[in-house]
Each structure stands twice: as structure tokens, then as C-alpha cells.
């Protein structure tokens, strides 16, 4: 009898396992036929396989937004289109993630998502010279391809028979590259030759296969559930604020601070920004503090207002109804203007600051080349 459930116990788990393995697609085999596909790009027009047909190699690169692999990878992949465009070599990217499954804290080191409409912003931004296209819709053309990262590298001879599949070179920085291996496969096979390394491991940031936006919404519960809270500023404080010095147990972080107030409209439309902001970067040196220039005795309907955004940062109220001397705590050039944003860094230097509604993608842009140039990953 125990043998027996030994036995059942071993089957579940086997069959477990398999399940797992065969949950998400694996990578085209070596030699396979290139699938075809009709997918939207972000120059406004449907691209397909057969559009590269007078090309004699053929790149399919799977890439996307958020991921900080692909980021590193998307200047070298516009250098490789341009060094070898004269040569019969073409291009094409796609994105294969769900982007209702990528969750807020997975773009930490992004400025934008997924979604189409953020691929278009993103290619116009970095100045892509390839075509980039969706597949995020219901990622058909990628469960065919089965890439497992991003960024993941199918190279197809003239036929369209895969010739090589897996990572651009060994190292996501630059300066630690030693072997180029996209380029020598590339190099191998437009001088009649088979590549001498034709597949290898990659890494990367997983592909977010659709299916896992339950995830997404747990998570985004979890966020709801934080405690909201709301504490006084005094001059005191609004200068520690501004000064941004850390300690030795708790160093200073990239500091972000808005100056808001609910009699504010500006403010309060632009304060999901700054809620989205926080939840994608916090985990990184980053901090994200208002501040309402609110009276004293409003403090009831600041707080209700930030629990209704799910603030869970650091909030604060002025202390007193006399603005004029919080004001100059903090800046003594700022005229009490509201919406005012500062982005101070762990120096005390102001590296950022907007008197009036923000433009989200300039501030997240700024925070995220803050925060890589101290600290990449």
C-alpha cells in the first residue's frame, strides 16, 4: 500500500514536472524553418517574412522596452543593422511580451512598458533603424520562435533555415565583450560557411508569456493593502528634505520630491504619476516624498486623498499656515508655485526640477540615467 502511494506520489510529481517544462515555448531547433508571420510594426505598417525575401540573411531579434539586457543591447544591434545593410543582411525585432503580465517593480530600470503604443515612443526615442514589431496581442509568432530572454537572436541562412540562435556576444557591458558571436555566425555564413559556434545560453529578462497577469493583479493588491500615513513639516524637515543627507546606517538615495495640494488641479491630475513612479523604482536607490502645501487643518482631506491614490510613500503636510517660511526651508528661489518637482541627488544637488505639471517620460528618463550611472544593475 505504501509502495503503491509512493509510487502515485512519484507520477504526480513527474507529470508535474513535465508540465512545467512544456508550460512555455523552447527555443526553434537548429536547422528548423523560419515561421512565418504578419505582425504590426511601429512604423504604422503589417511586416512579414516575405518582406525580407530578397535578403540573404534574415536577423529575427527578440527584444522589448522594459528590460535592462535589451537596453544594453539595442545600440549594438542599430550598429550591426548598419554595418551589414550593404552586405544582404536584414533586420527585424519583435516583442513577444504580454504586457498586462510585466509588473511595476519589473520596470525599474525602464522608462516605458510593453505595450504598442510605448513600443512606438521607445523606437522614435532610441532611434531604432530596424523594423520593430508587437506580438504581444496573443504572442503566436513567438511561441513558434520560442525565445526564452530578451534580447534572444534567431539568424536564419537563405533558405530561411536557422543557422544560429541564442545571445549577441558574452557581455552585456561593452567593455567586458570578448567573443562576438552573432557577428561571427553572420560573418561565417555570408562567406558559404556554417558558424562555428551556433548556439549558446543567453541571459536575459524572461519573457513575460501572457497568462500571468493574475500575478500582475496580486501584486497590484498587494501595493493597495500598504498603510497610507501623512506626518507635519517643519522647517526643520523641509530642510533635511532639500539637503538630502543620508547616515552611515542608511545612505542618501536619488530623492524625489512634489510639492502638491488638493485645491491644486494640476497636482491632483498628475499625482498617479507620481504614485507609478514610486512603485516602479523604489527597489532601486530611490525614494519618492510629497509634500502638500495644504493648511494644518485640512490634514483630513490630504490624507483621504492619499489613501485614495495608494500613496504608501512618505507624505508630508506643511506644519503651519504660514507657507512663507516652509517655503524658504526648502528653496528660498521658489515662489510657492504648486505643482513644484525637485530630483535631488545623494549629493544634495537639485539634478531636476519642474515648477508645473511634469512630463512623466522626461522625469522617468532622468531618474533612470540617475540611478544606472551609480548603479547599472
Partial sequence: ??????????????????NAADEYPQPLALGSQAPDFTLPGVDGRDWSLSDFSDSELLLVMFTCNHCPTAQYYEERIKQLVTDYEGKGVATVAISPNDPASVRLDELGWAVRADSFEEMKEHAVERGFNFPYLYDGENEEVSKQYGPLVTPHAFLFDADRKLRYVGAIDDSERPQHVTTHYLRDAIDAL????????????????????????????????KLAAEPVSIE?????????????KGTEEEPAKLRLVNFWATWCAPCVAE??????????????????????????????????????KQASSQNYIFA???????????????????PYTVLINPEGEI???????????????????????????
Fill in 1 to 18: 500500500m505504501k509502495l503503491t502511494k509512493l509510487l502515485l506520489v512519484a507520477a504526480t510529481l513527474i507529470t508535474t514536472s513535465l
Fill in 190 to 221: 555570408l562567406e558559404g560557411k556554417q558558424p562555428e559556434v551556433a548556439q549558446t545560453k543567453i541571459v536575459g529578462c524572461s519573457v513575460k508569456w501572457a497568462g500571468k497577469s493574475h500575478l500582475v493583479d496580486d501584486y497590484m493588491k
Fill in 232 to 244: 507635519p513639516a517643519d522647517e526643520a524637515v523641509l530642510k533635511a528634505l532639500r539637503a538630502n
Fill in 271 to 308: 499625482f498617479d504619476e507620481f504614485v507609478k513612479i514610486n512603485r516602479m523604482y523604489r527597489h532601486r536607490e530611490f525614494e519618492f516624498i510629497s509634500v502638500s502645501l495644504n493648511r494644518p487643518d485640512e490634514e483630513k482631506r490630504v490624507l483621504a486623498f492619499l489613501k485614495k
Fill in 320 to 338: 503651519s499656515a504660514k507657507r512663507d517660511p516652509l517655503i524658504n526651508a526648502f528653496d528660498p528661489d521658489w515662489q510657492g508655485v504648486a
Fill in 351 to 377: 539634478v531636476y526640477s519642474e515648477i508645473g505639471t511634469i512630463d512623466p517620460a522626461a522625469l522617468k528618463l532622468k531618474i533612470v540615467n540617475e540611478l544606472n550611472a551609480r548603479n547599472p544593475w
